[in-house]
């Protein structure tokens, strides 16, 4: 697969994305969202991958933000149609059946927060900075940032980063539940392969379920997606092996 403003690699059932637009601190554009939608499009059904890692090119920025070049003279259906175009890619991310995982290697701002947001996971180097900027434009974030947002490190504190438009370090992001855990920049990438490492030896029906549980816990129906997937696995082939391997003392064979 060919894309224009990604890289793909694929090794050992996890497949690393890493957006490349150095020039621009890999900042988002439609060349990127069309990417990402082909990509995960491609990934969602791609048998040989179980676990996806998402990062940006170089040694200074996950994604800087959007390119505020592209969309500075939109009208506002244009730029109602931009938003759109956000949410519907990062929601795709958000609810693909793999776990993704975010390796936030610097900037994450504006869109590239959003970004990292729609991603399961989020593990960043010890140089990442993160936030939210769009009031500095006279904008609010546009691709899930007020909804996401909240949900991760609470509404006050979402609030603070909105109106602030202030970055913080990652080791703060940790601190509010933002990224999970912080390395030094030459091992962020290694942990994060390690802990894709760890999901793909699981269940990839039980995990592709999790996923769907997980994002409907906001929801009314959100216990009765626990319950449903839960009865419904049962008939899965991952949980005759599991239960197996489990009884017969051995390691599960997952596909």
Excluded: W
Aim: glycine fraction near 8%.
């Amino acid at each position: 697969m060919n894309y224009e403003s990604i890289k793909l690699t694929v090794e050992r059932k996890i497949a690393l994305v890493t957006i490349s637009r150095p020039e621009s601190l890999n900042a988002l554009n439609s060349k990127v969202f069309n990417d990402l939608e082909s990509v995960f499009d491609f990934l969602e059904n791609e048998k040989t991958v179980n676990c996806i890692i998402i990062t940006g090119s170089g040694e200074k920025s996950f994604v800087a933000g959007a390119d505020i070049k592209e969309f500075s003279n939109f009208s506002q259906e244009k730029a109602t149609e931009l938003s759109k175009r956000g949410h519907f890619v990062f929601d795709k991310i958000e609810n693909l059946s793999k776990p993704v995982i975010a390796a936030v290697n610097g900037f994450a701002l504006g869109g590239g927060l959003e970004l990292a947001m729609s991603c399961h996971i989020r593990y960043a180097s010890e140089n990442a900075k993160l936030g939210l900027p769009e009031v500095t434009l006279g904008l609010i974030p546009g691709y899930g940032g007020t909804q996401r947002l909240p949900k991760l490190v609470g509404k006050g504190i979402a609030n603070e980063m909105i109106f602030s438009a202030k970055m913080i370090s990652a080791e703060k992001a940790k601190t509010i539940g933002l990224v999970n855990e912080v390395f030094p920049f030459e091992e962020l990438l290694p942990k994060t392969q390690a802990l894709a490492e760890q999901i793909v030896k699981n269940s990839p029906q039980g995990i592709a379920k999790a996923i769907k549980a997980v994002n409907a816990s906001d929801k009314e129906t959100g216990m009765d997606s626990e319950i449903n997937s839960f009865g419904a696995l049962f008939a899965q082939g991952d949980f005759k092996e599991g239960v197996s391997a489990f009884l017969e003392k051995r390691k599960p064979a997952f596909d």
